[in-house]
């Protein structure tokens, strides 16, 4: 049979089973409504790992293992307490940020400055007002500027700049209080609370445009704990040590259900593992699948596994991310600056017959990050191009499962299975490994080094 219709063939089925089994939306719905809480390092995360390993048995992968890692984790315990007490008296809900620490007892007080969107020229602006005083932000990043601003960028400005607290307002209506992490894997500076967009607008409508003060209480604590990626692969059947890895984060924020972020790309993940399964005889390298944990807490599940498998870097081909997939009707990857992939991906689609999104602009905060500072060729799967107005639902209360589409979930593994197979088989191979210098450069066009360097994440191979 001529290779195109051998993968006509398996395209068939691979697309005819994803089209009518519910697996993936059993496996989110597992995820959301049985597990629910999957906070990096809490009970709910660890029976998520558990019941990703079962399912990765069940489908019958290889070498199905489960790869332990130590690190900070964070929980949340008696709301905060958050009041104004001048020029009026007023009580705020809010949440504390993952690694926000407890305040003495008794709290604090503090005057607010009002940073907008807390761009770095805006701190610049208000350097003088800062420190002592708490920082209070959107959670947006304007479409005007000329790249994302993440909240853990805004903290740290805050803190540099001397700050006593971070107030951290969500740019969206519906009472929803914004989480996130303050630092990653370390205990944040000063207290940082998300506050809804109505509760972040009345309080500064009550400050009526003089200095307001609040007193903040917190109560949360950081623990040691440990993290779990859970591993598996289809082994390829004539260079096995070349790979495709493919993985996304079951990890999620403890406020909601995590169904978008990251349900949905675990889901994938699993979906796409057993829609190839049938058809590993078919695969001439191997296809790694890897569910990360601790993604939210600072990408220490990519991190771990990019440092225990760093013999078989060079040998992989390709990291495909899975990170919500989306609700955008053309799937794609964005491959994170490896421009030499766009020829390849219409050649691709052309064959699928299927149209592929296409975008190359890097990204650091997901777990493709750590595959791409060791220059390993990476991309992410989900709704690409058009610009990114934030996450939505994403790290808020209202992450639920009713939020994801079927046909999203169907579209993403399908595509991702077809994929997968085509990636690992193809004869050439059109994206190189790059060079510390090369991947240097190219952050560097994005200010994306100068940004970690500011969080503190930047990894030290590109120092
Ligand atoms: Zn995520």
């Not at 450069?441 to 191979?461: A, K, N, Q």
Request: net charge positive; with cysteine.
């Amino acid at each position: 049979m001529r290779r195109e219709d051998l993968y006509r063939d398996v395209d068939k089925q691979i697309l005819g089973d994803a089209m009518v089994s519910d697996e993936a939306v059993a496996t989110l719905r597992h995820l959301c409504d049985t597990i629910g809480n999957r906070m990096a390092g809490s009970t709910g995360e660890r029976r998520a790992g558990d019941y990703i390993r079962e399912h990765f048995t069940r489908i019958g992968l290889d070498n199905v293992q489960v790869e332990a890692f130590p690190f900070l984790a964070w929980e949340r315990k008696r709301k905060p307490v958050l009041r104004l007490t001048r020029p009026a008296r007023a009580s705020f809900a809010s949440i504390a940020l993952p690694y926000s620490p407890k305040t003495p007892k008794g709290g604090i007080d503090v005057e607010v400055v009002d940073v907008g969107d807390g761009l770095p020229e805006d701190f610049h602006r208000l350097r003088r007002q800062i420190r002592g005083r708490a920082v209070l932000t959107t959670s947006e990043s304007p479409g005007y500027y000329h790249r994302w601003v993440h909240r853990a960028e805004k903290f740290a400005l805050a803190v540099k700049h001397g700050a006593k607290a971070f107030l951290f307002v969500n740019h969206y209506d519906g009472l929803l209080a914004p989480t996130g992490s303050a630092r990653f894997n370390k205990k944040a500076e000063v207290p940082a609370l998300g506050l809804a967009k109505e509760d972040g607008a009345r309080l500064l409508r009550l400050a009526a445009g003089q200095a307001p003060q609040v007193h903040i209480e917190t109560f949360d604590r950081a623990f040691k704990a440990q993290g779990r990626n859970v591993c598996a692969r289809l082994t390829g059947t004539e260079k096995p040590d070349e790979m495709i890895v493919v993985g996304g984060h079951y990890d999620g924020h403890d406020i909601s259900q995590a169904a978008e972020d990251n349900g949905t790309g675990v889901a994938t993940v699993i979906e796409a593992a057993r829609l190839l399964a049938p058809h590993r005889h078919l695969l001439k390298r191997t296809v790694s699948f890897v569910a990360f944990s601790a993604e939210e807490v600072g990408l220490l599940g990519g991190q771990a596994y990019v440092e225990r498998h760093k013999a078989e870097l060079d040998g992989i081909r390709l990291m495909v991310n899975v990170d919500s997939i989306g609700d955008g009707r053309v799937k794609g990857y964005n491959f994170h600056g490896w421009h030499e992939a766009k020829a390849p991906l219409q050649a691709l689609g052309a064959e699928m017959h299927e149209t592929i999104g296409y975008a190359s602009r890097p990204g650091a905060y997901s777990d493709h990050f750590p595959f791409l500072a060791e220059g390993v060729p990476n991309c992410s799967l989900g709704t690409v191009g058009g610009a990114s107005g934030g996450r939505g639902y994403g790290h808020t209360a209202a992450d639920t499962f009713d939020k994801v589409s079927r046909i999203d979930l169907r579209q993403a593994a399908a595509l991702l299975a077809r994929s997968l197979l085509r990636f690992a088989n193809a004869p050439a191979w059109a994206l190189p490994h790059k060079t510390p210098q090369q991947i240097n450069d190219m952050l560097d066009r994005f200010e994306i080094r100068d940004v970690l360097r500011r969080e503190g994440t930047l990894p030290s191979r590109l120092k």
